[in-house]
Structures are given as structure tokens and as C-alpha cells.
């Protein structure tokens, strides 16, 4: 098989969550541990961070691993989903996975995996493990694809486990309330491993404190640990309490980043205890973060005259500090291209949509899309007015050709939605 037979295969045989939704989601953990039986257990081989939450766990996932890099240690990076290249999902170092790897792991196991009939999830799960265990890495970053507790990933048993927050997301398979959520995510605690929560919440730090004492893991905050201020240069200030200061220039200046830093400081400070760590080699290397490991998609600036931003904040938790963000910013009038999946509660999400902002409404070019005219007139009855596009590209093209110079255009609402506007980094 040829390396795009190999993704049309992917795609088209194996059931995809982020394509088609609920049906493609296993609730249980055996297909995967019959996977990774098969190959040779190369999750138990693995130095590994397991991160889980809600919101933050990918730009956090991305943190760690750079941060680990910045040591010279050779690091592999897990997470999910693509923006634009499949490969986005497993990464070595920066270096996206190679495309003969994946040739031949489909072409190897195709037998094997037509017998299990497993997801499109697992089968990159276990991909990943196999071409982390292939390539030597000396530590790799596994980040959570939905919830926990049965998620892929939760095979492994790491170094550090972190869950950075918890709000109301896929309420329809992980519980509709916080603490029904925090027990899922809680899932990845394992016993005798540190487990780090990177936002301490009234609602699940009982769940957490109670599994952590019965599997004996010793449980941190990061709040307790890390003090993170933006300063009026736009520099970030790291606060070790009582010990030691930093100073960082950094590219990631949405409100929310400071929690993910928060958490990533406490998650180094951790790792620490077990790896040899220069926190000054971290730090004096922010500025390079985005290329050094692929990050992309979150508070992503697209083009300043108009100012362009694609966000790929989704959901109740993420959008609040989105648009708290946009209330910053100096504009003459916002422009907002956004578009949902069809299971998303809007009525969660779209009260947070400033109704000054002409919108342009698109679905994603997936089978979860929801269409452009339901969303409309969901948006409508908060207020929120404007047209009806076919397509993401057309909505974005819309918006750009009415926007002056001095106006605000904003792409956000779903990953997919961001996907088919962001430039590939790939060329």
C-alpha cells in the first residue's frame, strides 16, 4: 500500500470519532491491549506524561514535550486531532511521523486489524507506541483523545499524570455534571504515580483527592506549587514560590495560556525530581516554542490588517476566555466565521458570542457538521445575526472581503471549522 492508500484505508474503514461521532467510540479498553499484545506491549517500553482535561491538555501536551526537548532528550508527542496532516498527531521532536513508517505498520498488521475491527483512535494509538518504541525516544508525551478512564491512551503507566481542568464537554458520553467528568478524567491516575491538577475546582477535588488516596498517588496543585501573572510588556512571570523567578517572552498571550503555564511549570517542577532539568534552558527558549514542537491552532494570528486570529476553542470553558481576550483588543467592528458539530450543545456555548460581531455561519466539511441554517437560527434566538455559507472557505472569504483594515476577524467554534482555514505549516 501506497502511503495515501494507507490514510484513504484510515479513514474510510475505520471508524473515526472526530468524523462521525458517538458510534465511533469504544467505551471499553480491549481492543487496544489486544493491539499493543500483538506488537509487543511497546506502551510498557515507554517513558511516558499522560495528560487528560478538558481544556488546555494539548497546548499543555505540547509544553512538556518542548520543554523536555530543551534538556537534548529525543521526545515523542502524541495527541489528537489533526488540524491538516495526519501526521500532526505523532511527533518526534517536532518532526512529524514518517510516512513509510505508516505504510508499512498498516501494511504489516492490515490482517490483524480487519479481525479486531478496531477504531480510527486505537489504531493510531498504537501506532504511535510502536513508532515512539522504533525510533528510541527517551521520553514521550501521551495526551488524553477523550475523557480517561477508557480512553486509548490509558494503557500506559507514566511518569507524571496531569489533568488540567474540567468543564461541561461530551456530556452525552462522560456525564453532565463536573464531578461525573472529573471521575472519567481521573481514570489516568495510576497507583503510586504523581498526579498533577493543573485548575483546583470546588466540584472535583473531592474526585481527585479521594482516587488519588485509594491508589496511594501523591497529588499536587498547580496553583499551589506556580504563580503566573502576564506583565504589562506581554511577558509572562513563572513564580516557583519562594524559590526562583522567571521572566519569559512568549508567543502564547491568550488568558487562558497562563493556566496552561501554570500547569507546565508545575509538571517540569515535578519531572524534575526524576529527570535532569535546567528550567533556564526552557525558558530562554520560549520564543521558539510554536516551531520547535508544531503547535497551531490556538489564538493563531492569521494576518494584522485586518487582525485575523483562528482559535480552535469549542466549548463553555475554552470560549469564555476567548472573547474575554477579544474585549482587550482595540477594532472598529468583529468579524466571527464559526461553525459546530451536530452534538454540541450551543445552548452552553452560544450565550458567550458577543451580539455586536456580524457572524458568518459555516459547517465543516465532516459528516458531524452541523448545517449552517440550524446553527443560524440557534444563534438567532441569542441574538447573534448574520448569513449562511456553504462552505468554512467561503464564510472566511466573506468576512475578509468585508472587513476594513482596522476590523477584528475571528475563526472559532470548532477544530474543524479552524482546519480548513490554517495554512499548512508543511507548505
Not at 471499553?28 to 511516558?48: F, M, Y
Not at 461525573?180 to 483527592?209: M, N, R, S
Amino acid at each position: 500500500m501506497t502511503y495515501q492508500e494507507c490514510l484513504t484505508y484510515m479513514f474510510a474503514q475505520l471508524p473515526m470519532y472526530h468524523r462521525v461521532g458517538n458510534v465511533a467510540y469504544k467505551k471499553d479498553l480491549h481492543n487496544i491491549r489486544i493491539l499493543c499484545e500483538a506488537l509487543g506491549k511497546p506502551q510498557d517500553k515507554l517513558k511516558c506524561v499522560h495528560v487528560a482535561g478538558t481544556n488546555g491538555k494539548g497546548t499543555v501536551s505540547h509544553l512538556i514535550a518542548f520543554g523536555l526537548q530543551q534538556q537534548g532528550y529525543k521526545v515523542g508527542l502524541y495527541t489528537s486531532p489533526h488540524y491538516i496532516d495526519f501526521r500532526e498527531r505523532i511527533k518526534i521532536n517536532g518532526i512529524y511521523i514518517d510516512k513509510k513508517f505508516i505504510r508499512q505498520f498498516i501494511s504489516k498488521h492490515r490482517v490483524l486489524i480487519e479481525q479486531i475491527k478496531p477504531s480510527f483512535f486505537e489504531i493510531t494509538v498504537a501506532l504511535a507506541f510502536s513508532y515512539f518504541e522504533a525510533q528510541k525516544v527517551d521520553y514521550c508525551v501521551i495526551e488524553v483523545g477523550l475523557g480517561g478512564r477508557l480512553d486509548s491512551t490509558n494503557v500506559i503507566t507514566p511518569l507524571l499524570s496531569v489533568i488540567t481542568n474540567i468543564s461541561l464537554d461530551h456530556t452525552d458520553m462522560l456525564g453532565d455534571t463536573l464531578p461525573a467528568i472529573a471521575f472519567e478524567k481521573a481514570g489516568i491516575i495510576k497507583k503510586g504515580v504523581p498526579i498533577l491538577i493543573g485548575e483546583k475546582q470546588e466540584e472535583t477535588t473531592p474526585v481527585y483527592t479521594r482516587v488519588s488516596n485509594e491508589l496511594q498517588a501523591p497529588i499536587y496543585f498547580a496553583e499551589e506549587m506556580i504563580a503566573v501573572k502576564s506583565l504589562e510588556s506581554g511577558a509572562l512571570q513563572i513564580d516557583y514560590f519562594k524559590q526562583k523567578k522567571f521572566q519569559i517572552e512568549t508567543e502564547l498571550t491568550a488568558p487562558y495560556q497562563i493556566k496552561n503555564f501554570c500547569t507546565f511549570a508545575a509538571a517540569m517542577e515535578l519531572l524534575s525530581k526524576e529527570i535532569a532539568i535546567d528550567l533556564n534552558r526552557i525558558y530562554n527558549k520560549m520564543p521558539s516554542f510554536a516551531t520547535t514542537v508544531g503547535y497551531m491552532g490556538r489564538w493563531q494570528i492569521l494576518g494584522n490588517t485586518p487582525l485575523i486570529i483562528a482559535d480552535s476553542a469549542h466549548n463553555e470553558g475554552g470560549l469564555k476566555y476567548v472573547f474575554q481576550k477579544i474585549k482587550e483588543i482595540n477594532f472598529d467592528r468583529l468579524h466571527i466565521v464559526t461553525g459546530m458539530v451536530n452534538e454540541k450543545k450551543s445552548t452552553l456555548v452560544l450565550p458567550l458570542y458577543p451580539k455586536e460581531a456580524a457572524y458568518y455561519f459555516a459547517k465543516a466539511n465532516i459528516p458531524r457538521g452541523k448545517p449552517a441554517s440550524l446553527l443560524q437560527e440557534e444563534a438567532k434566538a441569542f441574538g447573534l445575526i448574520g448569513k449562511t455559507y456553504s462552505s468554512t472557505a467561503k464564510a472566511y472569504a466573506a468576512a475578509r472581503a468585508k472587513a476594513g483594515k482596522n476590523d477584528l476577524i475571528l475563526i472559532t467554534g470548532s477544530i474543524f471549522t479552524i482546519a480548513e482555514i490554517l495554512p499548512n505549516p508543511k507548505g
